[in-house]
Nanobody, 119 residues
Framework: QVQLVESGGGLVQAGGSLRLSCAVS????????MAWFRQAPGKEREFVAA????????SYADSVKGRFTISRDNAKDTVYLQMNSLKPEDTAVYYC????????????WGQGTQVTVSS
């Protein structure tokens, strides 16, 4: 099991940028696929972006394609989410998640970081 700690959230105006970080401890991050999810008030948690252990594969929700970029630094055991051109509808708690390469689901989660985009 790994422990995940997100940081970098905050309040930003529409059109602005934020960079979220997810620090991983417990096991080398290179053994995990990583992802970001988000949950807005009154809504279910939704997928945002994912990255393979090697960084060769990435995927994004249609709502963030072209605006968000997921990346990872296995040497630093950290995953990032660069968010540009933020919109008020991006307001949510953002969660980092890890999936062991032998598993089919993301089973390790961070506590979340709040992102608020004002119009």
């Amino acid at each position: 099991q790994v422990q995940l700690v997100e940081s970098g959230g905050g309040l930003v105006q529409a059109g602005g940028s934020l960079r979220l970080s997810c620090a991983v401890s417990g096991r080398p991050i290179s053994s995990y696929a990583m992802a970001w999810f988000r949950q807005a008030p009154g809504k279910e948690r939704e997928f945002v972006a994912a990255i393979s252990w090697s960084s060769l594969g990435t995927s994004y929700a249609d709502s963030v394609k072209g605006r968000f970029t997921i990346s990872r630094d296995n040497a630093k055991d950290t995953v990032y989410l660069q968010m540009n051109s933020l919109k008020p509808e991006d307001t949510a708690v953002y969660y980092c998640a890890a999936r062991a390469l032998t598993q089919a689901r993301f089973t390790s989660w961070g506590q979340g970081t709040q992102v608020t985009v004002s119009s």
